[in-house]
């Protein structure tokens, strides 16, 4: 069966799933299984969101299974907190893996497969450091040396790797290399190092090893443990590969195969987990989940969904060379998402007070809907009384012509509630508008109104006595240039001064009060909101997640 016929878009398949569908058809293997590989030295970005996409994508796509595997054969970086984090992401953005390994747990096998390579004489103990075996590495043009120690016996070679085993040598003062070609036109074939001495502490080993493998000598190797069909990894990876089939080769082992697609860079951040850790440390960012951070953790702080990062992943897809990708596509993604499943409210960010004067009751509950996107979404009680609160930019003492706003004289629509017409101001000493009147047209009221008046500006209000005081935190990007990859000097110098802005005297409906962290909002006209972890009862906090953009008269309808 060809499973891309599955496919509900019936997109055209990329590249890998090119590869991989003419695998199976080929019957090459019978099912496809693939892996993916963090390193837990730091929390995950969108740039792994786009291989976890891939790797978990493709496997579902035609049948097939993905490992979760921690790379983590470096120990002075790596930390539990960071293997945590890492599957809570993986899992919030709604994949399972099928099996959780860790490069770590085949350190046995590893020095196996490094005792084969030795018996074989395709590996040898150098005593020379690591700088002078780089000194002698030569150039692309140049070949490299022959390390004096190139030609150690078998035995020699064997008894000195199992005294580096047993930390019977200094760092630095040995390595295991493998033993190649150093005229190679491919520098990396130039007799790489394969186990490097380290007295570090483990995550997960904890002290019992002192020599530790390096990339070349444990991914492919584990993809060969795990018999992983398709072993997808970035382009910077491409001069790897013949290393990797020449490990395979030299061990006899299940012969997986390497891909590599270009790494996702988008617009306005950047993705090192290095740079991304300076920001952490330095409190450029409160932490690796502040919302303006392009990882998983802050993007969903943030408030965005596992789906429209996932979408972004697959409106980007995968090229064989890099570019830049805009970060307004995977906000584009966010908003489109959000418009269809976020609750309407009401908030005032800078408020000016209405009387209603002929409102003589003591409260009106009023219904909105909370989605018009979403028919099932129901409605919330809206308080209407006789003081409220709009928006102090929405009212203009001497409005230019096409000011649909309030001014005196002139009627607006109060969303889900009644018309009213603007009748004067009252001001300070200082000539501040401290209050502003108005008459409201009961029979205006919205769902049921029988007044004939049409009017063309439709305001976002809420009830002053009613109204809860909540802090709100607008992001804009954390930095000012586009092209981070292109500027010279420190990336930190590009940092935005004004990402982040406060708003403390924003006033928001009741219905707010009962808001959950899982509850996407839109406020009407001002952008798409979530309850931040930093609210408190008493205190609540909404991070906006992205803006409306799209201008007010066409956002509002009655
Ligand atoms: P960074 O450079 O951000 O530290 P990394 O490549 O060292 O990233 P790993 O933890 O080794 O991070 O990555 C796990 C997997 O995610 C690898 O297969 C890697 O190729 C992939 N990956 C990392 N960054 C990106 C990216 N920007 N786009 C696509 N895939 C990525
Ligand atoms: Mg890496």
């Given at each position: 069966m060809d499973a891309a016929l599955n496919n509900e878009k019936a997109k055209p398949l990329n590249f890998i799933e090119e590869i991989i569908d003419n695998d199976l058809k080929q019957g090459k293997y019978q099912s496809i299984l693939t892996r993916f590989p963090p390193e837990p030295n730091g929390y995950l970005h969108i740039g792994h969101a786009s291989s976890i996409w891939l790797n978990f994508g493709v496997a579902k796509k035609f049948g097939g299974k993905t490992n979760l595997r921690f790379d983590d054969t470096n120990p002075v970086t790596e930390e539990t907190e960071y293997v945590e984090s890492i599957k809570a992401d993986i899992k919030w953005l709604g994949y399972s893996w099928a099996n959780e390994f860790y490069a770590s747990d085949y350190f046995d096998q590893l020095y196996n497969y490094a005792i084969q390579l030795i018996s074989q004489g395709d590996a040898y103990v150098d005593d020379l450091t690591p700088d002078e075996i780089a000194a002698q590495k030569g150039t692309p043009t140049e070949p490299g040396i022959n390390?004096?120690?190139?030609?150690?016996?078998?035995?020699?070679?064997?008894?000195?790797?199992?005294?580096?085993?047993?930390?019977?040598?200094?760092?630095?003062?040995?390595?295991?290399?493998?033993?190649?070609?150093?005229?190679?036109?491919?520098?990396?074939?130039?007799?790489?190092?394969?186990?490097?001495i380290k007295f570090a502490h483990h995550h997960r080993t904890g002290d019992t090893w002192c020599i530790y493998p390096m990339y070349d000598f444990a991914h492919g190797q584990s993809d060969s443990i795990e018999n992983i069909t398709h072993s997808i990894c970035t382009l910077e990876f491409i001069p790897h590969r013949a290393l990797y089939d020449w490990c395979i080769q030299k061990l006899n082992i299940y012969p997986s195969h390497q891909y590599e697609f270009a790494r996702l860079n988008v617009s306005y951040t950047v993705m090192s987990k290095r740079k991304l850790l300076q920001l952490v440390n330095e409190k450029h960012v409160s932490g690796w989940d502040d919302p303006r951070?392009?990882?998983?953790?802050?993007?969903?702080?943030?408030?965005?969904?596992?789906?429209?990062?996932?979408?972004?992943?697959?409106?980007?897809?995968?090229?064989?060379?890099?570019?830049?990708?805009?970060?307004?596509?995977?906000?584009?993604?966010?908003?489109?998402e959000l418009n269809k499943s976020s609750f309407r409210r009401m908030v005032v960010f800078d408020p000016v007070k209405v009387i209603i004067t002929n409102f003589n009751e003591s409260e009106l509950l009023l219904e909105g809907e909370n989605n018009p996107e979403d028919e099932t979404s129901g409605f919330r009680a809206i308080p209407f009384s006789k003081e409220l609160f709009i928006e102090r930019e929405d009212f203009m003492e001497n409005p230019p012509k096409k000011f649909f706003r309030m001014a005196i004289g002139q009627?607006?629509?109060?969303?889900?509630?009644?018309?009213?017409?603007?009748?004067?101001?009252?001001?300070?000493?200082?000539?501040?508008?401290?209050?502003?009147?108005?008459?409201?047209?009961?029979?205006?009221?919205?769902?049921?109104?029988?007044?004939?008046?049409?009017?063309?500006?439709?305001?976002?209000?809420?009830?002053?006595?009613?109204?809860?005081?909540?802090?709100?935190?607008?992001?804009?990007?954390?930095?000012?240039?586009?092209?981070?990859?292109?500027?010279?000097?420190?990336?930190?110098?590009?940092?935005?001064?004004?990402?982040?802005?406060?708003?403390?005297?924003?006033?928001?409906?009741?219905?707010?009060?009962?808001?959950?962290?899982?509850?996407?909002?839109?406020?009407?006209?001002?952008?798409?909101?979530?309850?931040?972890?930093?609210?408190?009862?008493?205190?609540?906090?909404?991070?906006?997640?992205v803006t409306l953009k799209e201008s007010f008269s066409k956002e509002v309808k009655k």
């Open positions: 390390s004096p120690f190139r030609s150690r016996t078998i035995d020699e070679n064997l008894q000195l790797f199992e005294a580096m085993k047993a930390g019977n040598f200094q760092e630095g003062s040995k390595t295991l290399r493998a033993k190649i070609d150093m005229a190679s036109v491919n520098m990396l074939l130039r007799d790489p190092i394969l186990y490097r951070m392009p990882t998983i953790s802050g993007m969903r702080r943030r408030g965005y969904t596992p789906q429209a990062i996932n979408e972004f992943c697959d409106r980007a897809g995968i090229a064989k060379r890099e570019k830049l990708n805009d970060i307004s596509l995977l906000e584009f993604c966010v908003r489109e009627s607006v629509r109060l969303k889900s509630a009644f018309i009213v017409t603007c009748t004067g101001l009252e001001k300070d000493v200082n000539g501040n508008i401290t209050e502003i009147h108005c008459t409201y047209i009961p029979e205006s009221k919205s769902g049921s109104d029988t007044s004939g008046m049409k009017v063309q500006g439709t305001l976002h209000w809420v009830s002053s006595k009613h109204a809860i005081k909540v802090e709100l935190r607008e992001y804009e990007r954390l930095f000012l240039s586009e092209n981070l990859a292109t500027e010279e000097g420190d990336f930190k110098e590009y940092i935005n001064p004004e990402s982040l802005k406060i708003i403390s005297t924003a006033y928001a409906e009741p219905a707010l009060e009962n808001a959950t962290d899982a509850q996407r909002f839109q406020f009407l006209r001002k952008g798409y909101f979530c309850l931040d972890k930093d609210s408190q009862p008493a205190h609540l906090v909404f991070n906006r997640t």
